[in-house]
């Protein structure tokens, strides 16, 4: 179903995660309202980023990569339902847009797109874990072009 079709609810909650995902920095509250519904979330002020992001396992030669990081704070799925494929493996080659993960924060599932092309070098993060914003959850070697 496309997101024109979806429930408007539904479509403004994911408008809201994409929007969550795209700020510079931790959102601290959001609030959302369609007609007389109203869902308002509050995060408690967090610790400064340096000690939110926990440091991700080191990839040889780290230099010229790019790495898709979290947009917010939830648990990554590396696949659509457990004992599915994942959405991506190391060697794989991914375009901008394609989905690479998903993310679950209070029962929304939120799609974790790369921003870039390039090859899959390492997922950093192993699946069904929790991760925070901004921390690295995907390393790719960058195509020309």
């Not at 997101?3 to 479509?11: G, H, K, M």
């Not at 995660?17 to 609030?31: F, K, Y």
């Not at 991914?94 to 679950?104: R, T, W």
Request: charge should be negative; aromatic fraction near 4%; include cysteine.
């Amino acid at each position: 179903m496309s997101e024109a079709n979806a429930d408007p609810l539904d479509a403004a909650v994911r408008s809201l995660a994409r929007l969550i995902g795209s700020t510079p920095g931790p959102v601290r509250r959001a609030r959302l309202q369609h007609g007389d519904l109203v869902v308002e979330v509050e995060w408690p002020e967090a610790a400064p980023a340096v000690a939110m992001v926990p440091a991700a396992a080191p990839v040889e030669a780290d230099a010229g990569l790019h790495y898709v990081c979290a947009p917010m704070v939830a648990t990554l799925y590396l696949a659509p339902s457990p004992g599915a494929d994942p959405f991506v493996r190391e060697g794989d080659q991914v375009i901008p847009g394609q989905q690479v993960a998903i993310l679950e924060a209070m029962k929304m599932m939120i799609p974790v797109e790369a921003d870039r092309a390039g090859e899959v070098v390492k997922v950093l993060v192993p699946n069904a874990t929790p991760v925070e914003y901004g921390e690295r959850l995907i390393a790719l070697a960058v195509s020309e072009g």
